[in-house]
């Protein structure tokens, strides 16, 4: 399975952005649909975006219009940038495969929006 390493997370102001990267150490990674996800405490953790081997891209909507999510292969990396933040956003982030891996399942990186 992929192993996975998150990070760009913080603490930043409601309207503001972040953009967070993913790091996979599978040599196969352009195969795989990637996804960030989100656990907000008390909540399940939620797909926020997707993005498959071909380009295609698909969003919760809760961040439809503000998340943007990208891969570089050849880096093996995957992105997510985050503009508008709301208070609402504030979760552990993680990303994983789509569907996910449940062995591939990393630290995650905490995203605080607040003022």
């Known amino acids: 399975q992929a192993q996975l390493l998150e990070s760009g997370g913080g603490l930043v102001q409601p309207g503001e952005s972040l953009r967070l990267s993913c790091a996979a150490s599978?040599?196969?990674?352009?195969?795989?649909?990637m996804g960030w996800y989100r656990q907000a405490p008390g909540k399940q953790r939620e797909l926020v975006a997707r993005v498959d081997n071909s380009g295609y891209t698909a969003y919760a909507d809760s961040v439809k219009g503000r998340f943007t999510i990208s891969r570089d292969n050849a880096k093996k990396m995957v992105y997510l940038q985050m503009n508008s933040l709301k208070p609402e956003d504030t979760a552990v982030y993680y990303c994983n495969t789509f569907p996910a891996s449940p062995r591939s399942w990393g630290q995650g990186t905490q995203v605080t929006v607040s003022s």
């Open positions: 599978e040599t196969s990674f352009s195969i795989y649909g």
